[in-house]
Structure formats: C-alpha cells, structure tokens
C-alpha cells in the first residue's frame, strides 16, 4: 500500500480462530484486506472539512475507488464493504439513489448493509437505488413489505477470496422505528438480534466458512454483546455510531469507521493454519494523495451539477406568510418556529419532544405567501445542524425550558447578559404546551464556557408544561423519561444549556440534518399553511 496516507496504525498481537473446526482451507494462507466505509450519506464527491484550524478536501467515491484498488493491489483478497447510511437527504431524494449505487459500483463495492435512511423516502425509492446496485445488500432482520426490495436483501452471503471462504451477515439497529420513519411504512426490524445471530453463524459454519464477519448497523453495545455471546463471530463491521474505533473482544475484531467517505477504513490480516494472525488497522485519509478514478470523478461532478439545479426548483408552497423575524422568533411563538418543530416530530414519531433554538432559523425576514425551494429551506435553515435524541427527565427539561425562557430580556430583570441564554438561546416547541409568566425571576447562573459554576437563580418563568399524549395532553412528570429532539449544536450544551453536558444522558445521532427534515415534511404536506396553536403563552405583554 504505499504511497497512501495513513492516519494511525494499530495492531492487535495473536491468532484468531476462523469460524469452522470442518472448513475447507485450513491448508490456504492468504494476505487479506477489509475495506470499510460507513455513512457515506450521499457525499460522492470530495468536501471541505473542517480539521483543526485547517480546512480540507476529503471523501468523494472517485477517490474510495483508487485507493481501494492500491490497497487490493498488495493483497492476496480483498473485500470493500459499507456499513449502512450511503444515501441521504435531498440528494437521495432528487435522484433516489442513482448517482450514490453508480458510483459504488464503479468503486467495485462487494457488500453493504441498509442504514437508518435508506428507507427515508419509502421502500420503492430504496429498490430504484437497488436497480443500479449490482453487489449484495444484507440484512437478516430487516422486513420490507415490498417483494422486489424483500428478494434483494439477503440474511447472508458467502464470498471466496483468494481461496478463503468469508461468509458476511447482516443486522440491521434494533431502534430502526426510533430514527426512520419510511414513508408508506412497510419497513420493520426484529429487534432480537442475538438469537438471530446464533442461527446465521450456526448456518455458515455448516457451509464450511473460514471467516464469519458480521456486517451490522446496530451500535457499539450491541456488537460488544454479540462478541461476548456468541462463539464464531471473527469480525463484526459497525455504521451506527460513527464513530471510528477498533479494539478486540474476546475473539472477535470490531472495527467502526466514521462518516462521509472522509476515510478508507483497512483492517488488514493473514489467514493461516485456520486463524486469523497478524491483524492491523488502518484508516487511510482520503485526501488528494490518494488520486482519484477519473471517469468516476466525471460521472459524479456531472450528478452535482444537476443538484445544484435542481436545488431551485419549488418543492411545495405555503399558503402563508412564514415569520422568520428575530423579533418574533426570539421573543415567542411563531407559524414558522412550530413548522420545524412539528416537522422534527413527524420524522422521529417514538420522541416526545422537540425543542429547536431560535438563533438556528434565519433569514430574518416574512417569507411571503408563494414556492418554497431547496433553496429557500437552506437559507431559513443555513446551519443544517445534525438532530439528536436525547433521553432526559422532566426535571431536566423544566431546567431546559427556564433557561430558554431567560433568553427574554425585560429592563430591570435582575440578569447579566453572560449569566443567561442569547437571544437565539428561545426554544421553540414541538410536543409541549408551556405558560411563560415573564412578570418573575428568569434563571441567572455563571458560565465558565459551557460549564455551569454557579446558579444565580432557579427561575420561575415556566410554568403549566404539558406533554402531548395519545392526542391528549398530559402534565410534565419531572421524574418521568422523555425523548427529546435537539440538534447538536444544543446537545453539546450550547446557548447555556448545561444541563446536556450531563454525561450520564443517553444521547443518540439521528444523521439527519434540519434542512432535509423541514423540506421533505414540506414535500409531503404541501401546500402547507402553519399557524400558532398557543403551544408558548405568556401572561405579560413585551
């Protein structure tokens, strides 16, 4: 492999053992690689990145493609796998998998797994992609209604590389209905994965594999599980965390890569006397040194041209005027604010709650009655910010809800402006009836950054929070745990939230970014009309 660029080595000492005691290659030695790429999410061409002050071009399948070929070109066999969540947003939506399937299969792809978002758009969106997908899609626990997407999903395939028999499952999240909401339903998981497992590397040992590899969307637990209690798994290849990590459990190799094609993840091994010996990891920058396939290169710049004009043309209309002014916004309730809220709600229906910060809608303008683009979703929402779940308690939240209810300033309140959320700190709600009375105490503490150091005052702005319910609504139970909807940028305690930097809060990715939830919630209910339900009250006049 040289003259690529790798990004750190690591090496786990001793000898593995392939899954069959009766295999057919225990006599075969051969130099193996395992090539990963997870969440790919529609990137099929170079991006800038931010890295440390510096800002970098990686990722794009033109450049997957050559140094995949550089790593096959100093092995004895080679697979290239991905780990779910190659399609993603308005790019999948535009041209339902084309470019992301052509580029895959030019990049020679043997195997992948279906992520949270394949479905986003419906099963059949998900079979035109598959129309252009000519490797195997894996997923024994993954049930589609649609016949045709049902029969190109396999619980298993067996490849033979250079002479080695590597049987490949697959496992789908068990959390599937938390973080994909198809569109026509028709998609399920059965959550009982380790049971599931047992039977499939039951079967691929009876069909004489040498390696059994688990290619899985399912979660960092659940593969550590799957090692700890279940013999015969050699390898498992995971895409739900995205995060990159590899580290051995038991007698099983677990490797994850991160997100966007930004690196070639390798693990590397020999297959000898039966074992796996000698394994190492790489994960190999996909920057400019790589090169880059040419007449793939082409075929995908060609594809984003096309988006970027398709990026102009009306996705739905909105019968009214939509308030994106900061006085509004910032201050209460308004049409728009509840729009992207309740658009965060209907693409994660098991969350209760969604809570969305004023300052991350701009524009700072009414956006008059008429076409609503691409384009327009991108300016009202320019920081296309990750949404996250997070499981927290009614406690929690009410903190939540005063420190968005202190990002309203009244003369004379009592509150220094660094003691405080901004004023893009406001929420607004999905999920919630809340009463603000701006007449008491808001909440005052001081920061140090993020850190909370010291609570000034509690507040007592919020009251009557109410949680909807079964088409009821319901009082908020401070002991109770709800989901709850953020993006990122609040997730990671910005705008005062302090109470996300708890570390014991279970917080999980979704993948999708606000713009492509608003336009797609947009998509599906044109002409939209929102109007203010009296979901924030206040008891004072501003």
């Given at each position: 492999?040289?003259?690529?660029?790798?990004?750190?080595?690591?090496?786990?000492?001793?000898?593995?053992?392939?899954?069959?005691?009766?295999?057919?290659?225990?006599?075969?030695?051969?130099?193996i690689a395992v090539m990963v790429t997870g969440d790919l999410e529609?990137?099929?061409?170079?991006?800038?990145?931010?890295?440390?002050?510096?800002?970098?071009?990686?990722?794009?399948?033109?450049?997957?493609?050559?140094?995949?070929?550089?790593?096959?070109?100093?092995?004895?066999?080679?697979?290239?796998?991905?780990?779910?969540?190659?399609?993603?947003?308005?790019?999948?939506?535009?041209?339902?998998?084309?470019?992301?399937?052509?580029?895959?299969?030019?990049?020679?792809?043997?195997?992948?797994?279906?992520?949270?978002?394949?479905?986003?758009?419906?099963?059949?969106?998900?079979?035109?992609?598959?129309?252009?997908?000519?490797?195997?899609?894996?997923?024994?626990?993954?049930?589609?209604?649609?016949?045709?997407?049902?029969?190109?999903?396999?619980?298993?395939?067996?490849?033979?590389?250079?002479?080695?028999?590597?049987?490949?499952?697959?496992?789908?999240?068990?959390?599937?209905?938390?973080?994909?909401?198809?569109?026509?339903?028709?998609?399920?998981?059965?959550?009982?994965?380790?049971?599931?497992?047992?039977?499939?590397?039951?079967?691929?040992?009876?069909?004489?594999?040498?390696?059994?590899?688990?290619?899985?969307?399912?979660?960092?637990?659940?593969?550590?599980?799957?090692?700890?209690?279940?013999?015969?798994?050699?390898?498992?290849?995971?895409?739900?965390?995205?995060?990159?990590?590899?580290?051995?459990?038991?007698?099983?190799?677990?490797?994850?890569?991160?997100?966007?094609?930004?690196?070639?993840?390798?693990?590397?091994?020999?297959?000898?006397?039966?074992?796996?010996?000698?394994?190492?990891?790489?994960?190999?920058?996909?920057?400019?040194?790589?090169?880059?396939?040419?007449?793939?290169?082409?075929?995908?710049?060609?594809?984003?041209?096309?988006?970027?004009?398709?990026?102009?043309?009306?996705?739905?209309?909105?019968?009214?005027?939509?308030?994106?002014?900061?006085?509004?916004?910032?201050?209460?309730?308004?049409?728009?604010?509840?729009?992207?809220?309740?658009?965060?709600?209907?693409?994660?229906?098991?969350?209760?709650?969604?809570?969305?910060?004023?300052?991350?809608?701009?524009?700072?303008?009414?956006?008059?009655?008429?076409?609503?683009?691409?384009?327009?979703?991108n300016e009202i929402l320019p920081f296309q910010g990750r949404i996250?779940?997070?499981?927290?308690?009614?406690?929690?939240?009410?903190?939540?809800?005063?420190?968005?209810?202190?990002?309203?300033?009244?003369?004379?309140?009592?509150?220094?402006?660094?003691?405080?959320?901004?004023?893009?700190?406001?929420?607004?709600?999905?999920?919630?009836?809340?009463?603000?009375?701006?007449?008491?105490?808001?909440?005052?503490?001081?920061?140090?950054?993020?850190?909370?150091?010291?609570?000034?005052?509690?507040?007592?702005?919020?009251?009557?929070?109410?949680?909807?319910?079964?088409?009821?609504?319901?009082?908020?139970?401070?002991?109770?745990?709800?989901?709850?909807?953020?993006?990122?940028?609040?997730?990671?305690?910005?705008?005062?939230?302090?109470?996300?930097?708890?570390?014991?809060?279970?917080?999980?990715?979704?993948?999708?970014?606000?713009?492509?939830?608003?336009?797609?919630f947009i998509i599906r209910h044109t002409p939209i009309a929102p109007?203010?339900?009296?979901?924030?009250?206040?008891?004072?006049?501003?």
């Amino acid at each position: 492999m040289k003259g690529l660029c790798f990004f750190f080595i690591c090496c786990v000492a001793g000898a593995f053992s392939g899954c069959s005691d009766s295999n057919n290659s225990q006599g075969n030695t051969a130099h193996i690689a395992v090539m990963v790429t997870g969440d790919l999410e529609s990137r099929i061409v170079p991006q800038d990145v931010s890295r440390n002050g510096e800002t970098l071009s990686l990722g794009g399948l033109a450049r997957i493609a050559a140094a995949s070929r550089e790593v096959r070109s100093a092995v004895d066999g080679a697979l290239l796998l991905s780990a779910g969540n190659d399609v993603l947003g308005s790019f999948y939506y535009i041209f339902e998998g084309e470019p992301e399937m052509q580029g895959m299969k030019m990049a020679g792809y043997d195997v992948v797994i279906p992520g949270t978002h394949e479905f986003d758009y419906g099963a059949a969106v998900y079979g035109n992609a598959l129309g252009f997908a000519p490797f195997d899609v894996l997923s024994a626990n993954l049930k589609v209604n649609d016949g045709a997407v049902s029969a190109r999903i396999l619980p298993y395939v067996i490849k033979e590389i250079a002479g080695i028999r590597v049987g490949i499952f697959g496992l789908s999240a068990p959390n599937f209905a938390l973080l994909c909401n198809p569109t026509g339903g028709g998609v399920q998981v059965d959550p009982d994965i380790i049971p599931i497992a047992e039977r499939l590397v039951t079967e691929l040992k009876l069909q004489a594999c040498d390696v059994v590899i688990g290619l899985t969307h399912i979660g960092l637990d659940w593969v550590r599980k799957l090692a700890r209690e279940i013999d015969g798994i050699d390898i498992v290849i995971d895409g739900y965390d995205r995060e990159p990590l590899y580290e051995a459990v038991g007698n099983t190799l677990i490797v994850q890569e991160g997100s966007g094609g930004e690196y070639l993840a390798v693990l590397d091994f020999t297959f000898e006397g039966g074992h796996i010996r000698n394994p190492s990891f790489e994960r190999i920058l996909m920057d400019s040194a790589v090169g880059s396939d040419p007449e793939i290169q082409e075929l995908m710049e060609t594809y984003m041209a096309a988006y970027e004009q398709g990026l102009s043309q009306k996705i739905g209309e909105s019968l009214v005027d939509l308030d994106a002014r900061e006085e509004s916004l910032r201050r209460g309730e308004t049409n728009l604010g509840d729009l992207v809220a309740d658009s965060w709600k209907e693409r994660f229906p098991e969350a209760d709650i969604s809570l969305v910060n004023s300052g991350s809608i701009r524009g700072n303008r009414v956006y008059p009655v008429g076409p609503l683009t691409y384009l327009t979703v991108n300016e009202i929402l320019p920081f296309q910010g990750r949404i996250m779940v997070v499981e927290m308690t009614g406690a929690d939240i009410l903190r939540v809800l005063e420190i968005s209810a202190s990002a309203i300033r009244l003369e004379g309140d009592g509150c220094q402006e660094d003691n405080r959320a901004p004023t893009g700190g406001f929420m607004q709600v999905g999920g919630l009836r809340i009463t603000l009375d701006l007449q008491n105490p808001c909440f005052c503490g001081r920061y140090s950054g993020k850190e909370l150091e010291q609570i000034i005052n509690e507040g007592s702005r919020v009251s009557n929070v109410s949680v909807s319910s079964d088409d009821d609504w319901v009082g908020l139970d401070p002991a109770e745990t709800y989901r709850v909807l953020v993006n990122a940028y609040i997730s990671d305690g910005g705008d005062g939230q302090y109470p996300f930097l708890n570390k014991a809060l279970e917080k999980i990715p979704t993948s999708m970014v606000t713009t492509d939830v608003l336009a797609d919630f947009i998509i599906r209910h044109t002409p939209i009309a929102p109007e203010t339900d009296g979901r924030i009250t206040q008891t004072v006049t501003q």
